[in-house]
């Protein structure tokens, strides 16, 4: 009694295999920014939403900057991550951040002063002041919690269309 295997298409097979493997840089950093771009709008919005915003600077300031270095996206658990998005705040206050009494911060040296960075007034929304009794919001945890799905979703999505665009999906 003898066996025979048809394998029409096997090699199709391969190369769809292959082609799922070796995603493009440019579809891994569409992905990771269509994830980032979800993560910053639910930050603004939790700001808001928490009653944090008093002039409008910090959730006006945050921005998302792509950051890419070498390396094979495929290695990431035997490695630094090459390819990821920053969300920060961006600039020095314009205004006085009125409700904390953050509008000048003095250097250790000199009676010199400067103004307060929104990123020093996102930290201390952050994760507080005690000395200051500024208690700790947590408002980026927050929002990173709430945007975690929705931000997935929007990665598959731009992994989808790159399978469909490879007949794939």
Same mark, same amino acid.
Request: charged share 30%.
């Given at each position: 009694?003898?066996?025979?295997?048809?394998?029409?298409?096997?090699?199709?097979?391969?190369?769809?295999?292959?082609?799922?493997?070796?995603?493009?840089?440019?579809?891994?950093?569409?992905?990771?920014?269509?994830?980032?771009?979800?993560?910053?709008?639910?930050? @603004? &919005? %939790?700001?808001?939403?928490?009653?944090?915003?008093?002039?409008?600077? *910090?959730?006006?300031?945050?921005?998302? $900057?792509?950051?890419?270095?070498?390396?094979?996206?495929?290695?990431?658990?035997?490695?630094?991550?090459?390819?990821?998005?920053?969300?920060?705040?961006?600039?020095?206050?314009?205004?006085?951040?009125?409700?904390?009494?953050?509008?000048?911060?003095?250097?250790?040296?000199? @009676? &010199? %002063?400067?103004?307060?960075?929104?990123?020093?007034?996102?930290?201390? *929304?952050?994760?507080?002041?005690?000395? $200051?009794?500024?208690?700790?919001?947590?408002?980026?945890?927050?929002?990173?919690?709430?945007?975690?799905?929705?931000?997935?979703?929007?990665?598959?999505?731009?992994?989808?269309?790159?399978?469909?665009?490879?007949?794939?999906?």
């Amino acid at each position: 009694i003898g066996m025979a295997m048809y394998t029409d298409g096997f090699n199709e097979l391969l190369i769809d295999m292959q082609t799922l493997m070796e995603i493009p840089d440019d579809v891994v950093d569409e992905m990771v920014e269509a994830g980032g771009t979800i993560i910053l709008e639910e930050q @603004k &919005r %939790t700001l808001t939403e928490m009653g944090l915003v008093d002039t409008g600077q *910090l959730r006006d300031s945050l921005v998302l $900057r792509k950051k890419i270095k070498g390396g094979d996206w495929t290695q990431l658990g035997k490695g630094p991550h090459p390819r990821y998005v920053l969300i920060h705040p961006d600039s020095t206050a314009r205004k006085k951040h009125t409700r904390y009494r953050l509008s000048r911060r003095a250097y250790k040296r000199g @009676k &010199r %002063t400067r103004p307060i960075q929104n990123n020093e007034v996102g930290f201390i *929304l952050e994760f507080g002041a005690p000395g $200051r009794g500024i208690a700790a919001t947590q408002w980026m945890r927050k929002a990173n919690a709430q945007a975690e799905d929705a931000a997935c979703a929007a990665a598959q999505a731009v992994y989808d269309n790159y399978l469909r665009s490879k007949n794939l999906l």
